[in-house]
């Protein structure tokens, strides 16, 4: 039966050798003790010796291979006997029981100067990298190896020479003691990496006074869900229509009382809470009913142009931005619309609302005016063509009766779709609108 | 006519910018409201020194009894010193102009005056540029001591035109320029009285230093006050005061050399928004000031006021016009004050060191030590100090002072910029004789 010969365990840290020559072909006679293969760890050369006279059957793996240790690397036996069952699988093999006695291994046949440099240790690295390492002060421990297995290989060694800044000598010094990596380039003569560059990524940049750079991990958040539907629609909307954004403020007083009659007495009366959002978007409503071009929806090669008003409230949830659609709003009163918007947007806070009422918008509202914004450009809600963004109370200066009085004001950011709306129509829309909320009494009474 | 680069100022920082610029095909615009070769080359480093190397002559020609030559009836002409020295300048001068010529560089002389930060106005042309280098430098300050406008007093451009020997000099300040003079007339004969307001002269250099060199200069008619402030300029003499005690010296002439000031105004730097104050206009390392492309380089910048300093800051931004990555290091920029002894003083000194809590030895040898010196310095006295880094033995730090130890502070300086140990520089062969082995032997000493 075939005799087998292991890697040996070349010390307790050592995992895996790599065969660096055969030195005996399949069907040689060996003695005991005939080297068979030198094998290299990271640290010196060893040889492989035959662990007893007879013929090399079987050689199970190529030069270059890095084998861990303990592995079949070879069989001995009686000339022509088949040693395919001492071969080790491919998927790593099978480790021999380890009672199987190691190779004897002759003495280190070379020895190595200790390389510089205390980086992450690589697959390995050939002696004679080591040896241009050494010479060249480039740390062969810590570059990729392009040799069997990653390992470290001379003409690596030399590209990392070739390639690596030139240091100063105390850099050198300070490099091997600290494992600081050196820039690519440094802020000495010509680039000159010197010790104080090293650890930074551009000593050139960090001298220009440049302010600390701050570290930490990023925080990355996958794209997905509403979020990514949100990304998708922003994008279109911006991407496909020509929007065109104007202002326009309006005197608040009259709404304001108006609300807080209904708020002071309402109660009484049974009406709801009314709020400002409430008012504009009724009003809102009343004008586009009159504006048909601003109710419509463009679809490339056609505007639609609706009879009633579907109402998009854009409101913001903790998974982002919903626009529920209060459906038939130009059927409803001031009161019915309060009291079917304030549902809508709690059961978007709460998450459960009907999918179906997040569709069909003519027209959108948003409102940013709780969070003091002033004023804004609404990004359209496409297929509508337009979008009224409404802003917070702010003072403004009026001339009245020959004097300054400041009134409590809100702006209106109208976005349109200019493809299909003009400016024109669009600022006299604004202005109706602006008019009618001035005017709100008789808004209502219409 | 548009151009690459304009520069406005033709000194040692400005011309020579010009000159790489043009030399590398950059179509560039020099602007000189004086001479070309600026304060350096007219009324600064070149005609001082020529006129120190005469009273050197004189000195030799004085004192060559300790070398074993006699010489009679020596005499110093001074209106022939300042013949030569305009000689030396106007030849210079020619260079320069040649030096723009061949390099295809347009000069136009009058005063310059930013109009936007591509534009520069001379009179009523306006000229165009992608970058601006502003290369003004700086005039001596004026402090405001009462007499200061006396007939008397002179700065340092107007004394190198004196054609009469004064009958005594006072000196208002104990900086280099202040040494400088100090030697040249104290070794000519002239009582010389230096008037310095700190404990010790030329405060930027080692403190052993600035006392060896104080001692030397009051063997050639220099008396020194340190401490002392000067309180009034009279007709023909100065009151100055140390600890409350006045005194009032003597002085045909007084030379006021307290220090430079930045030619900041009448260059429409506030028109174009540059950052600046009296220190100077304000630039980052690559010379760059805030405003882009609009740069400033040398004196007027207020960061050191060298020559050498100048014309490599200009270098700086002309490189990184041409693509070449470049910045300033001020760490190993050589000072060098050229009295006779000279001092020269490259890097960190101790006192500097300490202050930024860097571990250093110190190392000090004479002069005398060396072979050279001792050979061509009768009498004379010298020191070599060098600062190393107590844990890495880099080289930080070169002063010396004793002969002519300006010529060997590049060396000092190419030592610190590459960073070398005392390691590497033992391993460097330097010329024997020559005084400049005191460094390696004082590097090596201090190692050991």
């Known amino acids: 039966m075939a005799t087998p010969i292991i890697m040996p365990r070349q010390g307790q840290s050592v995992e895996s050798c790599i065969l660096v020559e055969w030195l005996v072909d399949v069907g040689a006679t060996l003695e005991e003790g005939t080297a068979i293969a030198s094998i290299e760890t990271d640290k010196a050369i060893f040889e492989v010796e035959s662990p007893a006279a007879g013929t090399l059957v079987a050689r199970f793996f190529e030069e270059g291979d890095d084998i861990p240790v303990l592995l079949t690397i070879a069989a001995l036996g009686e000339p022509g006997e088949d040693a395919s069952a001492l071969k080790p699988d491919s998927a790593g093999g099978a480790e021999v029981a380890p009672e199987v006695e190691a190779a004897p291994v002759a003495a280190p046949v070379v020895a190595v100067a200790p390389v510089v440099g205390c980086g992450q240790k690589a697959v390995g690295v050939s002696p004679r990298a080591r040896k241009a390492a050494a010479a060249s002060g480039v740390d062969a421990q810590i570059l990729a190896g392009s040799g069997p297995g990653g390992r470290v290989i001379e003409r690596d060694v030399q590209a990392a020479a070739a390639g690596q800044p030139r240091l100063s000598a105390a850099a050198r010094d300070v490099a091997a003691a600290t494992g600081l990596a050196a820039p690519a380039q440094g802020s000495g003569l010509g680039g000159m990496v010197l010790a104080s560059d090293l650890g930074t990524t551009s000593a050139v940049a960090a001298a220009v006074d440049a302010p600390a750079i701050p570290t930490g991990e990023p925080t990355v958040v996958p794209l997905k869900g509403i979020r990514k539907l949100i990304a998708g629609k922003m994008h279109e909307s911006l991407a496909t229509t020509a929007q065109l954004t104007m202002n326009m403020s309006f005197d608040a007083t009259g709404i304001l009382a108006y609300r807080a009659k209904v708020k002071a007495q309402g109660e009484a009366l049974g009406l709801p809470n009314i709020t400002i959002n409430d008012v504009v978007a009724y009003a809102t409503v009343q004008m586009l009913m009159v504006s048909p071009s601003l109710n419509a929806h463009f679809l490339g090669d056609k505007t639609v142009q609706y009879p009633f008003v579907n109402l998009g409230i854009a409101t913001d949830t903790e998974r982002g931005l919903m626009v529920p659609v209060v459906h038939g709003a130009s059927e409803m009163s001031l009161c019915e619309l309060s009291e079917e918007i304030k549902p809508l947007l709690a059961d978007c806070q709460k998450g459960n609302i009907n999918p179906d009422l997040l569709t069909g918008g003519t027209f959108t509202i948003t409102n940013m005016g709780m969070l003091g914004i002033e004023s804004f450009t609404p990004v359209l809600n496409i297929p509508e063509v337009a979008i009224l963004g409404v802003g917070g109370l702010s003072l403004k200066p009026v001339m009245k009766d020959g004097e300054v009085k400041h009134v409590q004001s809100i702006n209106l950011s109208l976005t349109v779709d200019h493809q299909v709306v003009d400016g024109a129509p669009a600022a006299r829309f604004l202005k109706t609108l602006c008019m009618s909320l001035e005017n709100f009494e008789l808004t209502l009474a219409k | ?448």
């Open chain 2, 1 to 448: 006519m548009k151009y690459d680069l304009i520069v406005i100022g033709s000194g040692p920082g400005g011309y020579v910018a010009a000159e790489r610029a043009g030399e590398q095909g950059k179509k560039v615009l020099l602007i000189e409201k004086g001479e070309l070769g600026g304060v350096c080359m007219n009324c600064g480093c070149v005609p001082s020194k020529t006129l120190l190397n005469s009273s050197k002559v004189y000195y030799y020609a004085t004192h060559g009894e300790a070398y074993g030559v006699k010489s009679e009836n020596v005499s110093f002409d001074l209106a022939a010193v300042i013949a030569r020295k305009k000689k030396v300048v106007e030849t210079l001068r020619k260079g320069v102009a040649g030096l723009m010529k061949r390099n295809k560089v347009t000069v136009v002389k009058g005063e310059a005056k930013l109009v936007s930060r591509r534009e520069v106005c001379v009179g009523d042309e306006v000229y165009e540029g992608d970058a601006i280098m502003i290369a003004v430098g700086s005039s001596p300050a004026k402090p405001p001591i009462p007499g200061i406008d006396n007939d008397c007093v002179y700065d340092s451009t107007r004394l190198l035109d004196l054609e009469t020997m004064p009958e005594n000099l006072v000196v208002v300040g104990g900086g280099v320029i202040g040494c400088e003079f100090a030697c040249f007339f104290g070794t000519l004969g002239v009582p010389v009285t230096v008037i310095e307001m700190l404990p010790e002269i030329c405060p930027a250099v080692d403190p052993q230093i600035a006392k060896m060199l104080r001692q030397e200069l009051t063997k050639r008619n220099i008396t020194f006050h340190v401490g002392a402030r000067v309180e009034s300029i009279g007709k023909a003499d100065v009151t100055f005061s140390v600890k409350d005690k006045k005194e009032t010296i003597k002085a045909s002439h007084v030379l006021v050399a307290t220090g430079r000031t930045c030619n900041v105004n009448g260059l429409g730097l506030e028109d174009v928004k540059i950052d600046f104050d009296r220190r100077g206009i304000k630039v980052d390392d690559c010379c760059a000031t805030n405003v882009p492309g609009v740069y400033a380089i040398g004196d007027v910048t207020g960061k050191q006021w060298l020559a050498h300093s100048a014309t490599r800051m200009g270098e700086v931004v002309v490189h990184n016009l041409c693509g070449r990555p470049d910045h300033m290091r001020y760490d190993a920029i050589p000072g060098v004050i050229y009295t006779t002894p000279e001092v020269a003083t490259v890097g960190l000194t101790e006192a500097q060191a300490k202050e930024q809590g860097i571990p250093v030895r110190v190392g000090k040898m004479p002069m005398a030590a060396s072979g050279r010196f001792l050979a061509e310095n009768e009498g004379g006295r010298g020191v070599c100090k060098v600062i190393v880094h107590a844990e890495t033995s880099v080289l930080l730090g070169v002063h010396m002072i004793g002969g002519t130890c300006s010529e060997m502070a590049f060396g000092a300086a190419a030592m610190i910029e590459s960073e070398m140990r005392v390691k590497e520089i033992e391993e460097l062969v330097f010329p024997h004789p020559t005084v400049s082995e005191l460094i390696r032997d004082t590097l090596i000493m201090t190692s050991h």
